[in-house]
């Protein structure tokens, strides 16, 4: 844990700001959303508050800080995700997972904090979603501003990199002068995958997390407590089977003899999956 951040005023300043982050968390775990969107919101402006008064701090204090702001509004996205699901806005809950995945990601490439529970996680309740077909969009576009020197951030002029950070501020490119849009294509592992063709809320697309929104709802498995699916495949009584002597004409309307048709089919496969949860409880959760 020591270099989870490579700076020790981040290091001491995250330590301070632990306490309340599990308490938006226990939060989050009892239900109690806007609580816990409340605690998070004021430990970014302390945030807010100690980045104002470090003007002259180095790079890699401002960049820690900008770490853990985004570890922040990952936990509310976090959060955010939880309440759709309960509330069964999963189309809604799939575009926060999305955000709070980005975050994780940008939490993972810039410093060393522990959020394997949470990847876990996250990644997971990921397959709960019906979507396997997404958009991608090609467009023509003038250029792309740099969010930080206001410049083509492919020009010479421009002296930062997308994607890297600059005290404590991250290079973004922005699209400017947007010409056309070339085409739309359906492709399965695209960039962005709030891009999805999308299904109604009460849609029995979203069968397995409705299951999950119901369990968490009704208390029977806690929010931090989720663990995996388990996907397996079961044989059930098929309802339309029908026991015919072997030489009969079958039932399907085949016009075969039952013994060379449907003679086999008295149970069907149907795929079948668990939510398997963990009994760890919050103490698990490093934070
Ligand atoms: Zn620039
Ligand atoms: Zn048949």
Known sequence: MSDALCTQEALDLFGKLRPSIRCALAAFNDQCFPDGQEVLCGLKSQIELVRDKSASASDDYLNNLWVVDRYLDFISKYGLTWESIVNQHFSDSWCSLQDALDLLRLVKRFSRLDISFFEDQVIELERAYPYNVFFSIGATVEYFECSLCGKNIDSQECPHIQGQLYRGAMANAIVRNFVQLDHVAMVAHPRDKRCVVSYEDDGKQFQLVRHLS????????????????????????????????????????????????????????????DIIANRYGIDHVAV
Not at 214 to 224: D, E, F, G, K, T
Not at 249 to 270: D, L, N, P, R, T
Request: proline letters at 3%; glycine letters at 4%; a positive charge.
């Open 214 to 273: 119901s369990l968490i709802a009704n208390r029977q498995c806690r929010i931090l407590d989720f663990g995996h699916l388990k996907f397996s495949k079961r044989f059930r009584p098929n309802p339309d089977y029908r026991k015919l002597r072997r030489n009969e004409q079958c039932y399907c309307g085949s016009g075969k003899k039952f013994k060379y048709c449907c003679i086999a089919m008295s149970h069907v496969e149907s795929d079948h999956v």
